[in-house]
């Protein structure tokens, strides 16, 4: 399992994705999630990212990435990473090193 999990890490962070789709919507007042499904190219898998932003009292904000393996063929969770950090300004900077991190 856990090479298998490689793997698609690797493959993750080499191959170009295909196609996206984007959608954004709030999952409560104070968050906003935003999702992006790519299906990446050479491969029968598609990665699924989501980034959540909550405004936490204090000024601090949460930033939340979630990065997402799908099997192509029936859709079912094949792995998932999880990066969290809190920031005192926009959650930008941490979500494009995430992505640039893992290549999407």
Known sequence: MKKLMMSLVALAVLTT???AKTT???SHKNA???TSTYRLAKTNTTVKITEEV???QGGLTR???VLTFLS???LHVVGTHTSETYTNGSCGEFFRACRQWWGV
Do not use: H, P
């Open 72 to 74: 192509s063929d029936d």
């Open 17 to 19: 994705a295909a196609s």
């Open 63 to 65: 930033c939340v990435f």
């Open 24 to 26: 954004e919507n709030a």
């Open 54 to 56: 909550t405004e936490m």
């Open 32 to 34: 906003t999630v935003k």
